[in-house]
């Protein structure tokens, strides 16, 4: 019965239904972290921080310690579980206005400083959870509750590429980019997800997974739509792929290109 | 046992070391910046971990984290830092985490200035963050009742499974004095093991989750429920205040807490010598606050002084206590000013001379 146990519960999902809306992505992504739980053998040892968003609910699916987090700070609340016990594996899960707009000074430092936890960043560029506001990741010209005209740049300024900033710090092990739309990218997806767990587990400091993910709900698309729609829209702004690994000689960060308007007699 | 002159916020941290204290998480502010700076030395050499975090804020909310994984914490600050971490300390007690918070205060509002003041005293007894919580307000009046009262902050904090702040002025953590760190002791309260805290779970027991969210309306109320119960029992068993003497006469009672406290006991050494009945009645938890002892002491005085560096936010627990029974007056100093003993003795001479009092009226 090969095909009854691929499709087997995950023991790190507690057996009950989500609130999340149809079609969501949040329910494959919590699926993906589930199953490297399991698989890793870390579940014993896991501790989530769910902060406020759409996954506040979180700790009733995750079969595992929990700490529920104010908005933003769950990467300063995770540096306190990870400080306080080291051998314990800390997951935190965080969405886009989550991380990028109220707790967008906790990511930058909790990454900066090396913190050995994982952050998952689910990006779907809205505001899902106080029903589809802008977010610092909503499109150009996309349309929310709060920029019923769409996104205006003059205003708001561009959406803020979350793995590309932080891939500028010297300190992070690993970032990377995946999307969770379809079961191509889960897979892809959950391959990034296992190299950022390895990561905490070898004691290397911190890796962030962001994925790029639906909201068919706050997008008022079904959810076959909404995803043609991440594809077009969203993964030419956001690229997939992984920005910065462990494996490089130090942890410099990403090259800059040269400067144009450097000035005389700088060293190159 | 050998006592060592040291400043009052290095004995605090000093203190919360010999206190079990395995983390702390802060960040600079005058005039608390040496705890930082003595913790930051200190931990690594006992085997804890010290954090300087990008923010109160975030200092606060990795307090809330290691509190959460059930080790003994602590962060300090200094008022508008303390205001920056009212969001976690309302997390803490709805979430029922132990952790000690000391606010070293300095005046304000706003940014104010950097000398000593008493005027988060609404802030840390009241509230000060959201919902209906309050956390335990310990107040020492020299390094040495400092020292001791961070003893037992963290003892009552994991008792009780609540943030205690302890509220120092900046005269607290400025002033050196020669301090006795008490030996070894068992805790202050009986505690049993953190079993709720996020430690990785093994399947035996209930998994554990740090959390203070509660959709249902009717689970919220039986949890604000459970958190006033818990209110309650501190308010009846956790009161400390020192003096009057029950034997003494007494026309004036003075009421004060803190650096306060300090400057009026010298005050009724002169008013002593000039033969006037006053006594001090000082306030060492402000939560809960001693209404009873005040109101007892009060009734056997003509009237009341109350000293504070505020313009008067203790004021309104004596005048809830004492009630119209007696005259009640306040001496507070501002700005980072001091009171000094002879405004308290020129306060206190002028209260007892008005024609009302002379005649006992107030009663």
Known sequence: ?268 | MARTLIKGNEAIGEAAIRAGCKLFFGYPITPQTEILEYMSRRLPQVGGTFVQAESELAASNMLYGAAGAGERVMTASSSPGISLMMEAVSYLAGAELPAVIVNVMRAGPGLGGILPGQADYLQATKGGGHGDYRCLVLAPWSVQEAVDLMRDAFDLADYYRNPVLVLCDGVMGQIMEPVEFADERSPCRPLGAKDWATTGWQGDRPRAVINSLYLDPDRLQAHNRHLQAKYDRMTRDEIRCAGPDPAEPLDLLVVAYGASARVSATALEVLKTRGVAAALCRSISLFPFPSAAVARAAARAKAVLVVEMSAGQMLEDVRLAVGERRPIHFLGRQGGILVMPEDVVDAAERILAAPAVREGAGG
């Open chain 1, 1 to 268: 019965m090969a095909e009854i146990a691929a499709f087997a519960k995950p023991a790190s999902l507690e057996a009950t239904p989500t609130h999340y809306c149809p079609g969501c992505s949040h329910g494959v992504i919590h699926r993906l972290l589930a199953e490297l739980l399991d698989e890793l053998g870390i579940r014993r040892r896991t501790v989530t921080v769910l902060p406020v968003g759409c996954s506040v609910l979180g700790y009733d699916y995750f079969s595992t310690d929990c700490q529920e987090a104010s908005h933003g700070r769950a990467p300063a609340v995770a540096t306190g579980v990870k400080r306080a016990r080291p051998d314990l594996f800390v997951l935190c899960y965080q969405g886009d206005g989550d991380l990028a707009s109220i707790g967008a000074g906790e990511i930058v430092h909790c990454a900066n400083r090396g913190e050995k936890v994982t952050v998952v960043f689910v990006n779907n560029a809205t505001y899902g959870m106080t029903g589809g506001q802008m977010a610092p990741t909503t499109l150009p010209d996309q349309e929310t509750t709060t920029c019923p005209g769409g996104r205006d740049v003059d205003q708001a300024g561009y959406p803020i590429r979350v793995a590309e900033l932080l891939s500028t710090l010297r300190t992070p092990a690993f970032i990377a980019r995946g999307a969770a739309h379809t079961p191509r990218h889960a897979i892809h997806a959950k391959a990034l997800l296992r190299r950022a767990f390895r990561c905490q587990m070898e004691g290397r400091c911190f890796s962030l997974v962001e994925l790029l993910s639906i909201c068919p709900t706050n997008w008022g698309l079904p959810p076959a739509e909404a995803g043609r729609w991440l594809e077009r829209q969203m993964i030419p702004y956001y690229p997939l792929g992984v920005l910065k690994t462990p494996d490089g000689p130090d942890r410099a960060p990403l090259p800059l290109a040269t400067l144009p308007e450097a000035a005389p007699g700088s060293a190159r």
